[in-house]
């Protein structure tokens, strides 16, 4: 079993920025795909960013079309934790933001498609 805790969530102003992680238990983290999801109240979960690492510096990363050129995804096999660099945020960022483990080692926006979960972390955008 997986374990995954987010930080980093808090208010922002419109325009700001925050980093978001995700410590994982799992000492072959390394061979998961990770990916960020967010949930804002009366929504579906939405994908937002994933990464998979193949070796060395050399990983793959998709984003959602309202994450890209803001947001970056980027990890750590070291420290098992997974990032989230969120850049010029907007009040539609607002949500809860969630991380997420596959086994599968291949990049997917789907989020049934995830095998693990953390408890989420609030972000909110104040305009």
């Known amino acids: 079993q997986v374990q995954l805790v987010e930080s980093g969530g808090g208010l922002v102003q419109v325009g700001g920025s925050l980093r978001l992680s995700c410590a994982a238990s799992?000492?072959?983290?390394?061979?998961?795909?990770m990916g960020w999801f967010r949930q804002a109240p009366g929504k579906e979960r939405e994908f937002v960013a994933a990464v998979r690492w193949f070796s060395g510096t050399t990983y793959y990363a998709d984003y959602a079309d309202s994450a890209k050129g803001r947001f970056t995804i980027s990890r750590d096999n070291a420290k098992n934790t997974l990032y989230l660099q969120m850049n010029s945020l907007k009040p539609e960022d607002t949500a809860v933001y969630y991380c997420?483990?596959?086994?599968?080692?291949?990049?997917?926006?789907?989020?049934?498609?995830?095998?693990?979960w953390g408890q989420g972390t609030q972000v909110t955008v104040s305009s």
């Open positions: 997420a483990a596959r086994r599968t080692n291949i990049v997917t926006a789907v989020p049934s498609e995830y095998d693990y």
């Open positions: 799992e000492r072959t983290f390394s061979r998961y795909t």
